[in-house]
Each structure stands twice: as C-alpha cells, then as structure tokens.
C-alpha cells in the first residue's frame, strides 16, 4: 500500500516536472497559460497553473511539499484524494480569478494545492475530531504551519500569496464539505 502511495506521489512530482521540460522544449511559452484575474483567457488557467511554473527554484520549492502532501493524502485519504484535488484546484483557482485586485498578474504553480492540502490535512482533523486524523492535522501543522501563516500574507509581489489564500480556503471549506467521508481512523497506513 505505502509503496504504490509513494510511485503515486513520485508521478504527480513528475508530471510537475515533465511539463516544466515540455516548456522549456517548444517555442511557445506555456507559463503564459496561468489564471489571469477577471479575463476570460484567464479563466482557463484555473486547471492549467498548478502545472506551471516560472523557473527551476519555482519547481524545485513545490516539489518536496508536493510530494510529502501526496503521500500523506494518498495514506489517510486515499478514497477521496481526487475529489479533495479537484476541489481544491477549482475552488482556489476561481478565488485568484475572481477576487484577485492586482491588475495583469499572471499565477502559476502548484502552491495553491499545496496551500489547500495544508489546510485540508488540518482541518480535517479538527472537525472530524478523530484521534488519527488530529495527529495527522497536528504533524502537518509542525511541518508547514509557519509557511502556512507566512504564505498568505502580501510580503513579496512575484509570488502569489492570493494563490496560497485562496488554496488555504479551499482546503477548509473542502475539509469541511468532507469531514464525514473516509474518516482518518479507518484507513490504515
């Protein structure tokens, strides 16, 4: 179970990357296909930007979360793990494009998810108030709770920390909308 978890997160990590390598193959520029605030165009963004990123470092720093995030949403939330995904990718990508105020921005990247796993993974335990399902809320919390916090407020203009908002939001109300299917206590690491 752990291992087809891992190979699981391994290629959700490599996609991130074969599609960075795809970019940096074509004459087009694909980064150019982010969530762009109140466009139409920008619209479509919402299911491509997660698989976009602006350079090497971008990439790099979402990779490891990324992978840590699978892997423990594979382990304790495996039945609904492509449900909580999408949710959260829709959810969140629609609060940067429509309630974004920074005119021309582009936003890419798979923080926005990564921002929403944080905060399902929390969430969830608080309301489920399951003992597994807390110590996995609380371990993520030690883990990433500082970026958490950090992440959401405007300190630098390059990152989209409308992304990482609205990906934290998502991540709670999805929590929320799933805090009584596949409980954490049941599914076995």
């Given at each position: ?22 970019d ?18 920008g ?10 990123h602006a ?38 990508g ?73 990906g ?13 299917i ?8």
């Open positions: 179970m752990i291992k087809k978890n891992i190979t699981t997160s391994l290629i959700v990590v490599g996609i991130l990357w074969f599609v960075f390598f795809i940096t193959l074509i004459p087009a520029d694909l980064r150019n296909y982010g969530i762009r605030p109140r466009t139409l165009y619209l479509l963004g919402i299911l491509e930007s997660p698989f976009l350079n090497l470092g971008h990439l790099i720093s979402n990779s490891i979360p990324m992978f840590i995030l699978t892997l423990t949403m594979l382990s304790f939330y495996k039945e609904i793990w492509v449900k909580v995904t999408v949710f959260i990718v829709v959810l969140g629609f609060g940067v494009w429509a309630l974004t105020f920074r005119t021309g921005t582009n936003h890419i990247g798979a923080s926005g998810l990564i921002f929403g796993y944080i905060s399902f993974l929390i969430f969830s335990g608080i309301f489920r108030m399951k003992f597994k399902a807390l110590l996995v809320g609380i371990a993520i919390f030690f883990l990433y709770g500082g970026t958490m916090i950090f992440g959401v407020l405007p300190t630098n203009p390059q990152v989209s920390w409308e992304g990482h908002l609205y934290a939001i998502a991540g709670i109300i999805t929590a929320w909308t799933y805090r009584n596949n409980k954490a206590e049941k599914v076995s690491a």
